[in-house]
C-alpha cells in the first residue's frame, strides 16, 4: 500500500502552486514545523522560484530546516546561488540567512556584499561583519588583499573601512604597494594618523608625539569611517540610507550621549528598517533612556526575531520588576536569542520559572537553542548554577560558545 501522505508533504507539493500566495504561505508553515530530511527539496525549489518575494521568504526560512550537519552546505548554496541573484531583497536575505548559520565562508561573503549596489544589502552585510569578532574580520581582509581577483581586493579595503580599530593598520600597509587599491588603503590610513596612530604616521612619514605627549585616544569599535572626528560627526539620524543611520546610532552610543535621548526615541517611534532599529533599541538600553520603555514594550509584538529579542534585553535593563514580570511569557518565544534574553531580564522576578526555561531549551533539537541556555547561564553567573543544569550534558554546548545572535560586545 502507498505510504499515507503527510502534512509536511502536502505543504511541499504547494511550494509548487500556481499562486505565489499559496506558496509563501507553505514555506511559512513548513519553517514554523521544522519537518526533517527536506531541506534538498527545498534548495531545489529555490533554485526555480519566480517570484522574488515568495524566494525572499524561502531564503529566510531555510536556516530554520536546515539540521546542524548541513549548515556548511546551506552556506555554499546561500554564497553561489542566492547572493548573486538579481533582486536586492532575494541578496539581503541570503545574507541574513548566513547571518543565523555562522558557517566557513560567512565573513567573506559580507566582506564581498559591502560592495553591492543596494544600500540595505551593504546595511544587511555591515550587521554580519559587526556581529564577529573583530580578528576574523581581519583575517578575512588580509586573505581577500592578497588575491588576484580585483573585486577581491576591493572588497577587502571595504571591510577595513568598516573597522575603527589601530589592528587593521598593519592590514593597509600591506596594501599601500597594490597599484588598484593602494590609494584607498593609503586614504584610510590618513585617517588613522589624525586619530592618533603612531603606526599610521610612521609609515605616512608623518611627525610622531614626542615622549610625553599624548595621541588622540583610540575610537570605539563601530561601522563607519576610521578616524572621524567629532566636529564631522553630525549624525543624521533620518538620513535615508540606513547604513548612515546604524553609524550615526553607533557613534552616539561610543560617546555616552545621553542628552540626545529624544531624537533617538524620535528615530525608534518612525523606523522601519529592522537592522537599524535593532542598533537603536540596543543604544536606549545600554545608555538608560527610560523614557523609551513604551515604545520598546510595542516592540515586543514585532515579527523580527533581532527586534524582538533586542527590546526584551533593553527592557530588562530599564524595567521596574512590574515591567520585569511582563517579559515572562517570552520565555517561550520561538526565537532562541528572544527566549536566552527573557531568562537573563526575569530571573531577578521569576527565578524558578526562568530555570524550567533554561531546562527546556538544554534539552531542545535545535542547536542554536541550546547555546543561547548557555549563554543565558554565564550572563547570570549565578554560583552553581550551570554545574545544576549543564553538568556533563552531550546535548549542552560546549564552553567557550558564544551567544550566536548578539553583536560585537558579546564575542
Known sequence: MPAEETDDDRLLQELSDPSPAIRRCAILLL????PRGLLDAVLARA???PDPEVLETVVE????????????DLGVFLTK????????????????????IRCDGTVRAAAMALGDGDVLVRGAARSILGDVREQAVLDTARQLLGSIRVDEREAAVNVLSTVTSFLCVPVLVEGLQDRIVGSRCRAILERYAAAGSTEAMEVLGRPVPRSGQTAPPEAPR???LAGAKPQE?????????????????????????????????????????????SVLINTVGRLGIVEAAPRLRDLLSSSDG?????AVESLGLLGSPEVKRAL????????????GNAVVACWSVAAPRCEEALKEMLGADDGWMRKAALFAIRQLSVPLLEERLVGKSSTAPQPGVSDPGRRTRNE
Open 233 to 277: 560627526a553630525l549624525e543624521a539620524l533620518d538620513d535615508p540610507n540606513p547604513s548612515k543611520r546604524i553609524t550615526a546610532v553607533i557613534k552616539i552610543l561610543g560617546r555616552g550621549e545621553k542628552g540626545r535621548a529624544g531624537e533617538l526615541i524620535e528615530r525608534l517611534e518612525k523606523e522601519t528598517d529592522p537592522l537599524v532599529m
Open 47 to 49: 533554485t526555480t522560484e
Open 81 to 100: 546561488t542566492v547572493l548573486s541573484h538579481a533582486h536586492p531583497r532575494v541578496r539581503r536575505s541570503g545574507l541574513l540567512a548566513l547571518s543565523k
Open 61 to 72: 526560512s531555510l536556516p530554520d530546516l536546515c539540521p546542524e550537519d548541513r549548515r556548511g
Open 328 to 339: 515572562i511569557p517570552y520565555l517561550d518565544d520561538p526565537n532562541h536569542r528572544v527566549r
Open 222 to 224: 563601530a561601522c563607519g
Open 306 to 310: 533581532r527586534v524582538r529579542a533586542d
Open 31 to 34: 519553517a514554523r514545523r521544522r
